[in-house]
C-alpha cells in the first residue's frame, strides 16, 4: 500500500508565494522521479515540473524563473516553491511519483490527491 499526502495549497493574491509538499508512505522500495502536475477548469492536466533521482529538473516554460522544485529523498517527499504567483497559475496541483513497491513490481506512476491553488488578480 502507498500513500501520497499533498499540502499547501491555498488562496493568494497575485505576486505571492506558496510551497507544496507531497509525501509518499507505505510500501515503497525505490522512487525515481518525482513530478508536479496541474489542471486548470476546461483545461487538460499539464506537466509542472519534476525531477529524477540524479537531480535533474524539468520545468514547464509557463513556470521557470519563478518556481523550483525539491526533494528530500530521506523523507520521501518533493515540494514545490512557488513566487510570483499569477491568476494563471490558478489550478489543482498533483504530486506524482514514479517508483515501486517492491522488486517483484515495475516502476509505476502514482498520484496525490491534489491541492487547490487560487491566485486572485
Known amino acids: 500500500q502507498v500513500q501520497l499526502v499533498e499540502s499547501g495549497g491555498g488562496l493568494v493574491q497575485t505576486g505571492g508565494s506558496l510551497r507544496l509538499s507531497c509525501a509518499a508512505s507505505g510500501s515503497i522500495f525505490s522512487i525515481n522521479t518525482m513530478g508536479w502536475y496541474r489542471q486548470a477548469p476546461g483545461k487538460e492536466r499539464e506537466l509542472v515540473a519534476d525531477?529524477?533521482?540524479?537531480?535533474?529538473?524539468n520545468y514547464a516554460d509557463a513556470v521557470k524563473g519563478r518556481f523550483s522544485i525539491a526533494r528530500d529523498n530521506a523523507k520521501n517527499t518533493v515540494y514545490l516553491q512557488m513566487n510570483s504567483l499569477k491568476p494563471e497559475d490558478t489550478a489543482v496541483y498533483y504530486c506524482s511519483l514514479n517508483m515501486r513497491r517492491s522488486l517483484w513490481y515495475p516502476f509505476y506512476n502514482y498520484w496525490g490527491q491534489g491541492t487547490q491553488v487560487t491566485v486572485s488578480s
Open positions: 525531477m529524477t533521482s540524479d537531480g535533474i529538473t
